[in-house]
């Protein structure tokens, strides 16, 4: 099999500290990675760095682009690297608000990545629309309400769908159940592991939630202090922790 | 048939330690030298006082436990050293564990959860819930209950859930820990009569049942791991 995603040799300072530094994988299609670590180890630069919102200052972020195999999107021009993250990537950021236009309604927001990749038929990007909101659980009569009406949990899940309805292969999130409380984070956690099986979806998720973690993804990198300290398959890395930090980690986690 | 030939399971030489960075760097050796083989539709059991290491052994076969010596191998697929997709296609396909616990996306329905091994193989949706209907009914968890989420149902509920999760897919190899645990008379026999159907279909059971007369009657060997604890053995 192909790797979607080749990660290497990623660093990003700032200033002279540390943001993530000597970071290297690979990522295959259908697998979901976890990158745990605690606020200020450098999974959101990291994050970031991959996804094209900051620059690294040095290494490759290869990426199976269709029908041209392994590039470097760090080198891709301006409006190719925009049509893979309007197309191929999604980025579902912790506060949707960060990911939706909260002055557009839920369909406009959905229709919206749909339009910016050339759709024009009113009818069919509606019933696209509306068909995803029903596959995030959201009610078809609130189609047409804005998101600044939506609970928390509803706004996320609309972040899913706008993110998702152009069929993308590779979801960039951080944190996606951060600000939700547990019950709405259930729910969520449910349909995004129903998507990923569906769709056949490639995601790297941050989180410093192990729980989550445990749940979604395959596989699971635990980052301190911007560098990676242990990755590997995500019930071994939590069940047998190698790395000092990986067992701090784990053993900190209170038991319900 | 050469079901003697090549065994499904074969351990050799595996050995483990557990360093605890964060208790003085102690390191303790817990496993070496294990070596078993397990042949299709053979049940090994292991035996030895608790802390001897049945779970470790069991844990560093399915990979959630690395092992820093000696090899795994389930259906001619190395473990030790695998690269994690490897470890997950061999668990979707070959390898079943049932745990002691279940652990479950909370509000996802219990014939989900019971289907999902089969889901992710590919199985049709229908076909993977006729399967899920047909172990549930067998393990007497009430029809009421399987449109719920397991994670209020009683512990010998959830076990039997887990267990009609583990018996979903006909895994060429499976492993059991403790599957009897925790179940009345007649939910034990079932569990006995499915462990009889997986042997008979050919899968290599590694189990350990505290349960003696279960132990019994369907393991055709028993291995003591104390053999293979350091300090313990005699």
Not at chain 1, 51 to 77: I, N, W
Not at chain 2, 132 to 148: K, M, N, S, V
Not at chain 2, 165 to 186: I, M, N, Q, V
Request: glycine letters at 10%; proline letters at 4%; a neutral charge.
């Amino acid at each position: 099999m192909t790797r979607l995603l080749s990660v290497r040799d990623i660093a990003k300072t700032y200033g002279g500290r540390i943001g993530c530094t000597d970071v290297s994988f690979d990522l295959y299609p259908g697998e979901v990675m976890g990158i745990v670590g605690e606020s200020g180890s450098g999974k959101s630069t990291l994050l970031n760095c991959l996804a094209g919102h900051l620059a690294p200052d040095r290494g490759e972020v290869l990426y199976d682009m269709r029908g041209q195999g392994l590039r470097d999107t760090l080198t891709l021009s301006e409006p190719e690297r925009r049509m893979l993250s309007r197309t191929d990537w999604a980025f579902v950021h912790q506060n949707p608000r960060d990911g939706l236009r909260m002055s557009v309604s839920a369909g406009g927001n959905v229709g919206e990545r749909l339009m910016a990749v050339g759709a024009r038929h009113y009818g069919d990007i509606r019933a696209t629309a509306t068909d995803w909101l029903g596959r995030v659980e959201i009610l078809e009569e609130r189609i047409d309400d804005r998101p600044s009406s939506f609970s928390g949990g509803m706004q996320q899940r609309l972040q899913i769908a706008r993110n998702l309805v152009t069929g993308p292969r590779l979801v960039f999130m951080d944190e996606p159940t951060g600000g939700l409380d547990v019950s709405v984070q259930a729910r969520l956690l449910d349909l995004m592991r129903g998507l990923v099986r569906e769709m056949g979806l490639s995601a790297l998720i941050v989180t410093h939630d192990l729980a989550v973690v445990r749940l979604l993804a395959h596989r699971i990198m635990v980052m301190k202090g911007g560098h990676v300290v242990e990755a590997g398959l995500t019930d071994q890395v939590l069940d047998d922790p190698q790395h000092p930090y990986s067992q701090l980690l784990v053993s900190s986690v209170l038991q319900v | 048939m050469q079901r003697k030939a090549t065994p499904m399971i074969e351990i050799e030489n595996l050995g483990k330690s557990f360093t605890l960075h964060n208790q003085g760097g102690a390191t303790i050796r817990v496993m070496d030298g294990a070596s078993l083989s397990v042949a299709a539709g053979e049940c090994v059991a292991l035996t030895g006082q608790s802390g001897a290491g049945k779970s470790t052994l069991m844990r560093m076969v399915y990979g959630n436990y690395l092992a820093d010596a000696g090899s795994v191998r389930v259906g001619g697929v190395e473990l030790v050293g695998a690269e994690p997709r490897d470890v997950l296609a061999l668990r979707r396909e070959t390898l079943g564990y049932v745990s002691q616990f279940l652990r479950v996306v909370p509000r996802v329905p219990t014939r989900e959860v019971v289907a999902e091994p089969l889901l992710a193989l590919g199985t049709p949706r229908d076909t993977a819930l006729v399967r899920a209907r047909e172990l549930l009914t067998r393990l007497r968890i009430p029809e009421a209950l399987w449109g719920l989420s397991p994670t209020t149902f009683s512990g010998g509920e959830q076990q039997r859930v887990n267990i009609a999760r583990g018996f979903a897919h006909t895994y060429p190899a499976l492993l059991l820990d403790e599957p009897t645990a925790s179940l009345d008379a007649a939910n034990r026999e079932t569990v006995l009569s499915l462990i009889d159907e997986a042997k008979a279909r050919g899968a290599a059971i590694i189990g350990i049942f505290h349960d003696e007369a279960a132990r019994t009657r369907v393991a055709d060997r028993e291995i003591d791991v104390a053999r293979f604890t350091p300090g313990l053995a005699a």
